[in-house]
């Protein structure tokens, strides 16, 4: 892959990360505007929908990007350790070693 496609593809999947990550403040089983939750969870003394914005919803969507990412560079760490592009991780027995 050129480094043209290559930094085209960075930032596509950079723009949906953004897309996804304010997408997940929004979505729930009431969607709440986001611009007034952020507003309303900055106060003394929070409302209903800035306490679901700011001790619910920001942390999820926050634990999911970080989870996200030490997912995919575990995943990373593991390929290139072993020089196997489709290595899994039954292929040392950490899956194995999990259910211990």
Do not use: H, Y
Not at 8 to 32: E, T, Y
Not at 46 to 58: A, D, H, K, V, Y
Not at 64 to 90: D, Y
């Amino acid at each position: 892959m050129n480094q043209v496609n290559e930094t085209k593809l960075i930032s596509l999947l950079s723009a949906a990360l953004v897309m996804l990550f304010f997408v997940s403040l929004w979505v729930g089983s009431n969607p709440i505007p986001l611009i007034q939750a952020a507003k309303e969870s900055l106060l003394d003394t929070p409302t209903m929908i800035g306490l679901i914005f700011s001790e619910i919803r920001l942390p999820r969507a926050i634990i999911a990007v970080i989870a996200g990412a030490t997912l995919g560079l575990c995943g990373a760490v593991m390929q290139g350790l072993l020089r196997n592009p489709p290595a899994s991780p039954g292929l040392i027995g950490s899956t194995s070693g999990s259910w211990l």
